[in-house]
């Protein structure tokens, strides 16, 4: 069994869009954050996994632009289409506030292609696309389970979110994760047919590993938005992630930006998983 990709086609989100504050909503140590977007079509396409690039303006305090996993897309007739992010509460986002945002950027999630069992994977800030993917995919009749990690109990982003759509939500230190994602594959409760993970890059190789390693079919988000991110948008190169030699390629480097950041977990693993 195989999922499909979604992915944003090269310079059709490279128009920066205006955007509007419209809500914040605490979630613990972050902010969901809703923007009013007025040119609805792109957004319509979007999948957990994908990824905007807020430029940054004249007289920014930084030279670099923010780059934030989309949380959630929803539209209605009323009140158009809005975009889910979410944000540290340090930040300050306050409603009103007008942004342009490009996006939305790369290559996301894609569901089974009919109902099976799932374990989402995610530490910390890679959770952000995980409870949007557990949503969909809840709706779509998939059993969710979730585990994730994180080195302090107040980096866990919005549980009660993540619990309304899981059958199970399992919390574990990062140094326990390894061991919580062999008890969980194992477990016939659970039986995942497909592993979906965003986290840091070692953890991603450690998942792939155990995942592919059972016959399992694993994606991952190979983008680290944890990690300083230069521009989002392919020109840099400070995103670049050596792969192995996957079922799709021959080893080399990946830009995730471009092709990703959702790609087969066979690319993060050398060689033969067993």
């Known amino acids: 069994m195989t999922t499909g990709q979604a992915a944003t086609p090269p310079g059709a989100a490279a128009r ?78 306050e409603p009103g506030e007008e942004w342009r945002l490009l996006g939305p950027m790369g290559r996301g999630f894609a569901p089974p292609a009919q109902p099976v069992p799932v374990l989402l994977v995610g530490h910390e800030g890679g959770a952000v696309p995980l409870r949007w993917l ?80 059972r016959q399992r079919v694993v994606r991952v988000a190979a983008l680290d938005l944890e990690a300083p991110v230069v521009c989002g948008t392919g020109l840099c190169g400070s995103c670049d992630l050596e792969v192995g030699d996957g079922a799709e390629g021959s080893g080399g480097v990946l830009r995730p930006c471009l092709e990703g950041p959702v790609v087969p977990g066979e690319l993060l693993v050398d060689g033969p998983t067993r």
């Open 134 to 213: 557990a949503e969909q995919l809840r709706d779509r009749g998939c059993p969710v389970h979730v585990l994730l990690s994180a080195s302090d109990p107040e980096l866990h982003l919005d549980l009660v979110h993540l619990r309304r759509y899981a059958r199970s939500v399992v919390l574990a230190l990062p140094e326990d994760l390894p061991a919580a994602l062999e008890r969980l594959l194992d477990d016939p409760a659970v039986d995942p047919a497909v592993v979906y993970a965003a986290a840091p890059r070692p953890v991603l190789r450690e998942v792939a590993v155990a995942g592919l390693g």
């Open 16 to 93: 920066a869009r205006a955007a509007t504050v419209t809500a914040v909503r605490a979630a613990g140590a972050h902010d969901v954050v809703s923007l009013r977007v007025p040119d609805a079509e792109p957004w319509g396409r979007c999948r957990p996994g994908q990824f905007v690039v807020v430029p940054v303006g004249p007289g920014a305090g930084s030279v670099l632009p923010e780059v934030h996993w989309v949380a959630g897309v929803h539209g209605d007739p009323v009140h158009g289409t809005t975009v889910e992010l979410l944000l540290p509460v340090d930040r300050g986002t």
